[in-house]
C-alpha cells in the first residue's frame, strides 16, 4: 500500500526479486502538471517462462478505504524475459479525495519467444535543470542475423536507495535494424524533477522483419 505524503516520492525499502511475478516494492507515484497521478515501478519475473502483455493494475481508494478508482497498465516491454524485471507507468487522472492505493496480482500470457539480441552501447546521461528534465543518449546494434523494426529502448531511473522515479521509452533513429546495423536514441523523462536520479538501465526490444519468420 503506498499513501499521499509530504513529499510525491514515498520511500519504501526495495525489495529485490521477489519470488514468482511481482511487482518490486520500490515504485513511486507523481502528479505531473495537467495533473495526471503516475505510478511508476518495475515487475520482476521470477519464473522459468518469458511472459508477454504484463499487467499491472492499481486500485485506489480514499483513507476510509473506499475504493473510487482503478486503472491499468501494461510494462514497456512487450516481452519481459525469465528472471529479469522491467518498467511501467501507470497514469491517472488524480481522483479526487484518494488516499492510498494498492496493486492486484500481475496479469500476464506466459507464451512469449524468446527475447532478440540487441546490445545498448555509447550510453550518456545529462540532467535540464530549467525544467527538472533527465536525458539519456546511447546507441543499439542488432545482434540477430536478422532484420528488427520498431526498435525502441526502454528506460529506468532510479534514486539512490533504488526507488524507480521514471520509466519511458523511445525509437532507435533508423526505426528499423538489419543485422549488425547500429543506430542512437535520445530519450527523454519528463512530468516531474528528476534531479535526484542516480542509476539508469535500458533495455531494447524490436519486432522480426516479416521476411524472418
Given amino acids: 500500500m503506498a499513501t499521499p505524503g509530504a513529499t ?13 511475478v511481482s511487482i518490486i516494492n520500490n515504485h513511486s507515484w507523481y502528479v505531473d502538471s495537467i495533473n495526471y497521478l503516475h505510478i511508476v515501478g518495475e515487475v520482476y519475473n521470477g519464473t522459468d517462462d518469458d511472459l508477454r502483455f504484463v499487467k499491472v493494475t492499481a486500485n485506489f481508494y480514499t483513507n476510509s478505504g473506499q475504493l473510487i478508482d482503478t486503472e491499468f497498465t501494461y510494462v514497456i516491454l512487450t516481452t519481459l524475459p525469465a528472471f529479469d524485471k522491467s518498467c511501467f507507468d501507470l497514469l491517472i487522472p488524480q481522483p479526487a479525495g484518494w488516499g492510498y492505493y494498492t496493486f492486484e496480482p500481475v496479469g500476464y500470457w506466459d507464451d512469449a519467444d524468446p527475447p532478440h539480441a540487441l546490445e545498448i552501447s555509447n550510453t550518456s546521461t545529462s540532467y535540464q535543470s530549467t525544467f527538472g528534465w533527465y536525458k539519456i543518449l546511447g546507441e543499439v546494434t542488432n545482434e540477430e542475423p536478422y532484420r528488427l523494426e520498431f526498435v525502441y529502448p526502454v528506460g529506468t531511473v532510479y534514486d539512490q536507495q533504488g526507488i524507480v522515479l ?4 523511445t525509437y532507435v533513429s533508423s526505426k528499423h535494424l538489419d543485422p549488425g546495423q547500429k543506430s542512437s536514441f535520445e530519450m527523454l523523462f519528463s512530468g516531474r524533477d528528476y534531479l535526484n536520479v542516480a542509476t539508469y538501465r535500458v533495455q531494447a526490444e524490436g519486432n522480426p522483419s516479416i521476411n524472418s519468420r
Avoid: H
Fill in 8 to 20: 510525491d516520492t514515498p520511500s519504501p525499502t526495495p525489495t529485490q526479486n521477489p519470488g514468482g
Fill in 166 to 169: 521514471g520509466c519511458t521509452s
